[in-house]
């Protein structure tokens, strides 16, 4: 449910009354993304099989997929960041999901959530460009003629800051919105309101939590292949 | 699985991914032009000189982003459909076993 409304009872304000800890709600909700995809990767772990079924059978076609993804736009240099990039697709979706659940609130409908990750991101393509290139990294920002490298410089800075902004904004403005508009449907007409909705939310937050791994694999792209 | 189809993102959240991504960018660009310039006058004492400097060129870059990004959606689009229309069949294998690999 959308924290922004007059105090919205979810499970994480009961919780935090309970244990005495003052924590925002958005904490505790990641949290519980972080138990269930730590209890389901060690409840995998001690069963894997050859012929997968249910819960296996699930994983591999969502991390396979992705990974079929990432090297088919990256190419084979997409195998060695896909550790990064497949994580924060499925921790995302899970935080996304969480939101749908009747006094859950998304961990992603705060914009301190989505700026960490985003920053994040923003680190690490930089931090991956600089190990590729060294100090020919800087050729990324300079653009194709010599003599326009300084505005380029100044052009490209600016660009690569935006990124993390519009991570963070995108994200963070798609599942707040959708919370809040769940929020007041249930209002005006419970049940029946918010039922549709969930399936259109539903899509809503498997693309976002898309578009956010989409557009870091797009910035990874950017930093490891050859500056033009 | 409805956004995975035969194990790999559907083409659908491709589509709705590439353009949901086009706008942000402008805006966020325009905003960290904004913001550099601004906090660049008050570190240099050059009252608004720099803050229209700074905003111009948040906006150039914006557009320039846009402009980019939607010549990668032409290229990919282009790509596409070449590949459909010459060698199909080939694409599908190299695709089928790149996947096969992984795993």
């Known amino acids: 449910m959308a924290a922004g409304l007059a105090h919205p009872l979810t499970y994480s304000v009961i ?5 005495g800890l003052h924590l925002p709600p958005h904490v505790y909700y990641m949290w519980l993304a972080m138990i269930i995809l730590f209890t389901c990767a060690f409840v995998l772990r001690g069963r894997l099989q050859l012929v997968p079924g249910g819960l296996q059978n699930v994983f591999e076609t969502v991390v396979g997929g992705l990974e079929d993804f990432v090297v088919l736009n990256i190419g084979e240099e997409g195998r060695k960041v896909f550790p990064f990039l497949c994580p924060m697709f499925i921790f995302i979706l899970v935080m996304n999901y969480i939101g749908l659940i009747p006094g859950c609130d998304a961990a992603t409908a ?7 990750m985003a920053l994040t991101v923003f680190v690490y393509y930089n931090y991956i460009g600089i190990k590729k290139w060294g100090f020919g990294y800087i050729k990324h920002f300079m653009g194709p003629v010599i003599f326009l490298a300084p505005l380029m410089l100044v052009l490209e800075i600016v660009s690569h800051l935006a990124r993390p902004l519009s991570l963070t904004l995108r994200l963070f403005g798609n599942i707040r919105g959708e919370e809040i508009v769940l929020v007041l449907l249930f209002i005006l007409a419970p049940v029946v309101g918010t039922l549709p909705m969930y399936f259109l939310f539903i ?7 898309f578009i956010f791994f989409m557009l870091t694999m797009i910035y990874l792209k950017g930093s490891l292949e050859h500056a033009h | 699985m409805f956004f995975f189809r035969r194990d790999k993102p559907s083409e659908a959240m ?4 590439n353009v949901a991504t086009i706008g942000m960018q402008l805006v966020a660009a325009t905003f960290i032009g904004l913001a550099m310039g601004y906090f660049l ?25 846009v402009y980019r990004e939607a010549m990668r959606l032409q290229r990919g689009a282009e790509a596409e459909s070449a590949g459909t229309r010459g060698a199909g069949t080939k694409d599908d294998d190299a695709r089928g076993g790149s996947g096969r690999q992984g795993k």
């Open chain 1, 15 to 19: 919780l935090d009354d309970a244990l």
């Open chain 1, 110 to 116: 705060n914009v301190n959530t989505n700026a960490a």
């Open chain 1, 203 to 209: 899509l809503g937050k498997t693309i976002q939590a």
């Open chain 2, 14 to 17: 491709v589509l709705f991914g």
């Open chain 2, 41 to 65: 006058d008050k570190w240099l004492g050059t009252e608004p000189w720099l803050l229209i400097i700074f905003l111009l060129l948040g906006i150039v870059t914006g557009f320039r982003d």
